[in-house]
């Protein structure tokens, strides 16, 4: 190699290989301090393991749950591990010593589907029929428990205030949550269409949610009742959104392909990365935000370079170059720095005068409808002053939740048979419906 193509030390990327297991892995989460990575498997065992970009190292697998785990996340300061099952369980693990310090054999009454953590005692957990919990692992028992969904939570976020939870569901709704409240706020127009992820971006200004077609839906925040926006383009289901920055995202599809996607304006940047053509079942982000992992119905764990998105801009006043292959975005280990040559990859055309005038024309139009449709839809609990209300501001680490109404709930759990909560495992494999879980 000629020394002025030399790769320096500085200009490589440092990803760990790739982590395979035995069976489908369901979901995975980072340490939010350590290089631990936890994977939830289709057994119900739930490994842990450190990672390097020399190797992984298998730290711990843990067997509290008997079928199949779908859900993991450590709690904020990285002491527990919390996991939940198919056979409707919620269970807290110490990480260092692997025994369950909290178990609730009944959480749900069905198959827990997603979890978030929101603090460090507030959970928040939804299941296949569309209940919505929240957990205040303090007291062991959740202090809100509302059905105003259908179909299956598939995915919630939370706002950095921790005021707003916003869950996905099966029915094609997104449903807001006041936190502080424990109600519903909105829900929000019935999209036909399932609704199988969600992300806050743009500094908290816009939320986004992928579709079972395969489109990006916004909201914009605190106008929850329609969309504002509408980006096609994947080929199928988005399962799932990470954001990377907060103009950009990366989104995993049921085709197996990792897209970074910039955000307003909407344009595929590239593919990240992918699992041949296995559904991408999760993605989470490092910490440090320099670092994806996925993992698909290949068994594989696999880790993709991001912090070089951040460095391209898109320039809005000209119309991206459309191929039919996509940019292949992918950074391994030891490649010089990919975006010496970003910009022939980028390739734009310029818009002529008439192009310009007729997106404008385009843009004056869907915006006066949308708001027209914005303004006339959406259903709501309460009055548009839930969601602007100044009392939810207030710091949620006091006492709000310590008050003696905390065991009445909005709705009671129902017992459900053990035919009725068993699902044929073989539904979750490759070129199965993304909207089954295991």
Same mark, same amino acid.
């Given at each position: 190699?000629s020394?002025?193509?030399?790769?320096?030390?500085d200009?490589?990327?440092?990803?760990?290989?790739?982590?395979t297991? @035995?069976?489908?892995?369901?979901?995975?989460?980072?340490?939010?301090?350590?290089?631990?990575?936890?994977?939830?498997?289709?057994?119900?065992?739930?490994?842990?393991?450190?990672? /390097?970009?020399?190797?992984?190292?298998?730290?711990?697998?843990?067997?509290?749950?008997?079928?199949?785990?779908?859900?993991?996340?450590?709690?904020? *300061?990285?002491?527990?591990?919390?996991?939940?099952?198919?056979?409707?369980?919620?269970? !807290? !693990? *110490? &990480?260092?010593?692997?025994?369950?310090?909290?178990?609730?054999?009944?959480?749900?009454?069905?198959?827990v589907?997603?979890?978030?953590?929101?603090?460090? #005692?507030?959970?928040?957990?939804?299941?296949?029929?569309?209940?919505?919990?929240?957990?205040?692992? #303090?007291?062991?028992?959740?202090?809100?428990?509302? =059905?105003?969904?259908?179909?299956?939570?598939?995915?919630? /976020? !939370?706002?950095?205030?921790? #005021?707003?939870?916003? /869950?996905?569901?099966?029915?094609?709704t997104?449903?807001t949550?006041?936190?502080?409240?424990?109600?519903? &706020?909105?829900?929000?127009?019935?999209?036909e269409?399932?609704?199988?992820?969600?992300?806050? !971006?743009k500094?908290?200004?816009?939320?986004?949610?992928?579709?079972?077609?395969?489109?990006?839906?916004?909201?914009?925040?605190?106008?929850?009742?329609?969309?504002?926006? #509408?980006?096609?383009?994947?080929?199928?289901?988005?399962?799932? $959104? &990470?954001?990377?920055?907060?103009n950009? &995202?990366?989104?995993?599809?049921?085709?197996?392909?990792?897209?970074?996607?910039?955000?307003?304006?909407?344009?595929f940047?590239?593919?990240?990365? +992918?699992?041949?053509?296995?559904?991408?079942?999760? $993605?989470? $982000?490092?910490?440090?935000? @320099?670092?994806?992992?996925?993992?698909?119905?290949? =068994?594989?764990?696999?880790?993709?370079?991001?912090?070089?998105l @951040?460095?391209?801009?898109?320039?809005?006043?000209?119309?991206?170059?459309?191929?039919?292959?996509?940019?292949?975005?992918?950074?391994?280990?030891?490649? +010089?720095?990919?975006? /010496?040559?970003?910009?022939?990859?980028?390739?734009?055309?310029?818009?002529?005068?008439?192009?310009?005038?007729?997106?404008?024309?385009?843009?004056?139009?869907?915006?006066?409808?949308?708001?027209?449709?914005?303004?006339?839809?959406?259903?709501?609990? @309460?009055?548009?002053?839930?969601?602007?209300?100044?009392?939810?501001?207030?710091?949620l680490?006091?006492?709000?939740?310590?008050?003696?109404?905390?065991?009445?709930?909005?709705?009671?759990?129902?017992?459900?048979?053990?035919? +009725?909560?068993?699902?044929?495992?073989?539904?979750?494999m490759?070129?199965?419906?993304?909207?089954e879980? =295991?």
């Open positions: 190699m020394e002025g193509k030399e790769e320096s030390e200009d490589k990327v440092h990803i760990p290989p790739d982590i297991f @035995e069976d489908l892995v369901v979901d995975i989460n980072f340490h939010p301090s350590k290089p631990l990575i936890a994977a939830g498997i289709i057994t119900g065992d739930v490994t842990l393991h450190s990672y /390097a970009s020399s190797a992984n190292t298998l730290v711990r697998t843990f067997k509290h749950h008997k079928k199949a785990t779908r859900a993991v996340a450590f709690s904020k *300061d990285g002491n527990s591990l919390i996991t939940s099952c198919k056979d409707k369980s919620l269970q !807290v !693990v *110490d &990480v260092e010593t692997g025994k369950v310090s909290q178990c609730f054999s009944e959480a749900h009454p069905s198959p589907y997603c979890q978030l953590v929101i603090s460090d #005692r507030l959970l928040a957990t939804g299941d296949d029929d569309g209940n919505v919990k929240l957990w205040d692992l #303090r007291k062991g028992h959740p202090i809100m428990e509302l =059905q105003e969904n259908q179909d299956f939570i598939s995915d919630m /976020a !939370v706002d950095e205030e921790k #005021r707003f939870l916003l /869950a996905t569901s099966g029915d094609g997104m449903t949550f006041n936190i502080r409240r424990r109600k519903m &706020v909105m829900q929000s127009e019935n999209m269409d399932e609704m199988l992820s969600v992300a806050i !971006v500094d908290g200004t816009k939320v986004i949610c992928g579709t079972g077609e395969g489109a990006l839906n916004f909201f914009n925040w605190e106008e929850f009742g329609n969309i504002s926006d #509408r980006f096609p383009g994947h080929p199928m289901s988005v399962d799932c $959104i &990470v954001p990377v920055t907060e950009i &995202v990366c989104t995993g599809s049921m085709d197996g392909v990792i897209r970074a996607v910039n955000i307003l304006p909407n344009r940047m590239g593919v990240v990365g +992918e699992h041949e053509e296995f559904p991408i079942e999760q $993605i989470r $982000i490092t910490p440090n935000s @320099e670092m994806i992992a996925s993992c698909s119905h290949d =068994q594989k764990i696999k880790f993709w370079h991001v912090a070089h @951040e460095k391209e801009t898109i320039d809005a006043s000209k119309k991206a170059k459309r191929d039919n292959k996509p940019k292949n975005l992918k950074k391994t280990a030891g490649q +010089e720095d990919f975006f /010496a040559d970003f910009g022939k990859d980028l390739e734009v055309k310029p818009a002529t005068e008439s192009d310009l005038s007729e997106e404008e024309d385009d843009s004056n139009n869907e915006e006066e409808s949308e708001n027209g449709e914005a303004a006339n839809n959406g259903n709501s609990s @309460e009055e548009s002053d839930d969601l602007l209300s100044s009392d939810d501001s207030e710091d680490d006091g006492d709000d939740f310590d008050s003696d109404d905390d065991s009445d709930t909005n709705t009671s759990e129902s017992e459900r048979t053990d035919d +009725e909560d068993e699902k044929d495992v073989a539904k979750d490759p070129g199965s419906n993304s909207s879980k =295991q």
